[in-house]
Every structure is written in structure tokens, then in C-alpha cells.
């Protein structure tokens, strides 16, 4: 099983960036909960269910275009997915491109992902991925 959660969050991403947020909800459960940390976002907040993450997306359509997910590495961490990715896009006014490293650790309920984590370094990643209830 725990090769197929690889599999699946590899395609989410793929559907992320052919169709944006509408292209991923297929993936995410109704329940879902992405929370982002204060060092990874300038307006640190938690979203749940579809509409949260229509809400999350929303605040990077106003400024950027292009948004997209370049995924580095998946790995299996325990029931978790471990993503270290690259989130790209263009400044709106501005034009330039712009890049941010992250990790992300995705848990999965039903088939679907029901929760994503955000994180700086790997280390902290795994370490939260070991150590968070499934």
C-alpha cells in the first residue's frame, strides 16, 4: 500500500500542474487540512476541504501566474509521503520568475490525501513524519 501513496501523491501533482487547484481536488479528501507556517508563508494560515484549498490558491493567483509544483523527490516515510519540491511561478506586476524550496508531508485517509505539512528542511520533515500520529 505504502508504494501506492507514492504513486498517488506523484499523480496529484502532475494534475496540480496541468489544472491548477481544480486539477488536484480530485485527491484530496473532503476533510483535508493544509496549515502553513509562519517561515514558509507571508500569511501563515490553515485550510480545510476543497474550498480551504480554492481559498489558499486564490491569495497566489492575486500575485503570480504560472503556478506550479517541481517535485525533487517523493520517498515513503512510515504511512506518510515526503515530498521535497519547488513551488515556481511568475510575479503578475513584476514578471520575474520566482522559486521557493520546500518539503511537504502528506497523509493519506480513504484513498485520498488528507492532510499536507509544510516544512523547510528535510530533517524536519522526516523527523515530523516519524513522529505525528497517521
Same mark, same amino acid.
Given at each position: 500500500? @505504502?508504494?501506492?501513496?507514492?504513486?498517488?501523491?506523484?499523480? !496529484? #501533482?502532475e494534475?496540480?500542474?496541468?489544472?491548477?487547484?481544480? !486539477?488536484?481536488? @480530485?485527491f484530496?479528501?473532503p476533510?483535508?487540512?493544509? =496549515? =502553513?507556517?509562519?517561515?514558509?508563508?507571508?500569511?501563515?494560515? =490553515?485550510?480545510? !476541504?476543497?474550498n480551504?484549498?480554492?481559498? +489558499?490558491?486564490?491569495?497566489?493567483?492575486?500575485?503570480m501566474?504560472?503556478?506550479r509544483?517541481?517535485?525533487?523527490?517523493?520517498?515513503?516515510a512510515?504511512?506518510?509521503v515526503?515530498?521535497?519540491? &519547488?513551488?515556481?511561478?511568475? !510575479?503578475?506586476? &513584476?514578471?520575474?520568475?520566482?522559486g521557493?524550496?520546500a518539503?511537504?508531508v +502528506?497523509s493519506?485517509?480513504?484513498?485520498?490525501?488528507i492532510?499536507?505539512?509544510? #516544512?523547510?528542511?528535510?530533517?524536519?520533515?522526516l523527523?515530523?513524519?516519524r513522529e505525528?500520529?497517521?
Amino acid at each position: 500500500m @505504502s508504494g501506492e501513496n507514492v504513486d498517488f501523491i506523484e499523480r !496529484g #501533482f502532475e494534475a496540480f500542474n496541468e489544472g491548477g487547484v481544480e !486539477g488536484i481536488l @480530485s485527491f484530496i479528501h473532503p476533510e483535508f487540512e493544509a =496549515t =502553513t507556517p509562519p517561515n514558509l508563508a507571508s500569511e501563515p494560515d =490553515t485550510y480545510r !476541504g476543497h474550498n480551504g484549498i480554492r481559498r +489558499w490558491f486564490d491569495s497566489f493567483d492575486e500575485v503570480m501566474d504560472g503556478i506550479r509544483w517541481d517535485a525533487h523527490d517523493f520517498q515513503q516515510a512510515g504511512d506518510k509521503v515526503v515530498v521535497e519540491f &519547488t513551488l515556481r511561478a511568475r !510575479g503578475k506586476t &513584476t514578471g520575474l520568475d520566482f522559486g521557493q524550496d520546500a518539503v511537504m508531508v +502528506w497523509s493519506m485517509r480513504d484513498g485520498k490525501a488528507i492532510r499536507v505539512e509544510l #516544512f523547510e528542511s528535510l530533517d524536519d520533515a522526516l523527523r515530523a513524519a516519524r513522529e505525528s500520529p497517521s
